[in-house]
T-cell receptor, first 114, second 114 residues
Framework: DAGVTQSPTHLIKTRGQHVTLRCSPI?????VSWYQQVLGQGPQFIFQ???????GRGNFPDRFSARQFPNYSSELNVNALLLGDSALYLC?????????????FGSGTQLSVL | GQNIDQPTEMTATEGAIVQINCTYQ??????LFWYQQHAGEAPTFLSY????GLEEKGRFSSFLSRSKGYSYLLLKELQMKDSASYLC???????????????FGKGTKLSVKP
C-alpha cells in the first residue's frame, strides 16, 4: 500500500510568487495535516483538515491557505512568497482525525525561495 | 507558552544503550509522541504515551511522567541504522472538533559510531 505521497519533491520559487503543494493521504485516511519544517527545527503545525473542513489552524499568516478534496487529497497554497518560507513542507494523514491517532508523514516538498 | 526541550545532539556506540530526554511545558496535553527522522526522509512513528509509565516496543521504549512534564526514549542494542534525528512531540488539546496539533521539539540528532 502506498504511504502519504507529496508532490513535487523539490521546488524553487522567487519572492512574491505563489506556490501550490499537493498531498495524497494513505488510502482510507480522512484527515490531513500540514506542517512546516525549517532546517534544524522540528515541524510546526499549519493546518488540519477532516472531511473537507478545516479543523485546526496554526500561527501562520493568511498568505497560507489549504483545502481538502472529496477524495481526501489536499493542497497547500502559499501566496506572496518570502525568503523565510523556504522550508520542508510535510503532509501527514490519519484515519479519523482523533486525538489518540498517530500521524503518518509524507517525505515532504522542499521549497526554496530565492 | 509552549516549550519542548531535548538535547541537540548525542553520540553513542553500536550495541550500546542511549536515552534521549524530553521536557515539555504546554498549555494542554493530549499525549506525547516520538518520531524518528532520517535525513531527507519522512518522520516515522516510534511511540505514543498518554498515561504515566513505560511503553516497550522491541529495542525501543518510551517513558512518560505527566506531573514532571518529562519523557524519555530509550534505544537498546544500537545499530548504525539508528543514526537519525529523534523528535519529541506533544499533542495539545483540540478545540471545535480539531484533532489537536503536534507541538514538536527541535529534535535530537543521534550519531551511532562503530
Amino acid at each position: 500500500d502506498a504511504g502519504v505521497t507529496q508532490s513535487p519533491t523539490h521546488l524553487i520559487k522567487t519572492r512574491g510568487q505563489h506556490v501550490t503543494l499537493r498531498c495524497s493521504p494513505i488510502s482510507g485516511h480522512k484527515s490531513v495535516s500540514w506542517y512546516q519544517q525549517v532546517l534544524g527545527q522540528g515541524p510546526q503545525f499549519i493546518f488540519q483538515y477532516y472531511e473537507k473542513e478545516e479543523r485546526g489552524r496554526g500561527n501562520f499568516p493568511d498568505r497560507f491557505s489549504a483545502r481538502q478534496f472529496p477524495n481526501y487529497s489536499s493542497e497547500l497554497n502559499v501566496n506572496a512568497l518570502l525568503l523565510g518560507d523556504s522550508a520542508l513542507y510535510l503532509c501527514a494523514s490519519s484515519l479519523e482525525g482523533s486525538t489518540n491517532e498517530k500521524l503518518f508523514f509524507g517525505s515532504g516538498t522542499q521549497l526554496s525561495v530565492l | 507558552g509552549q516549550n519542548i526541550d531535548q538535547p541537540t545532539e548525542m553520540t553513542a556506540t553500536e550495541g550500546a544503550i542511549v536515552q534521549i530526554n524530553c521536557t515539555y511545558q504546554t498549555s494542554g496535553f493530549n499525549g506525547l509522541f516520538w518520531y524518528q527522522q532520517h535525513a531527507g526522509e519522512a518522520p516515522t512513528f516510534l511511540s505514543y504515551n498518554v498515561l504515566d509509565g513505560l511503553e516497550e516496543k522491541g529495542r525501543f521504549s518510551s517513558f512518560l511522567s505527566r506531573s514532571k512534564g518529562y519523557s524519555y526514549l530509550l534505544l537498546k542494542e544500537l545499530q548504525m541504522k539508528d543514526s537519525a534525528s529523534y523528535l519529541c512531540a506533544v499533542r495539545d488539546l483540540g478545540y471545535g472538533g480539531s484533532q489537536g496539533n503536534l507541538i514538536f521539539g527541535k529534535g535530537t540528532k543521534l550519531s551511532v559510531k562503530p
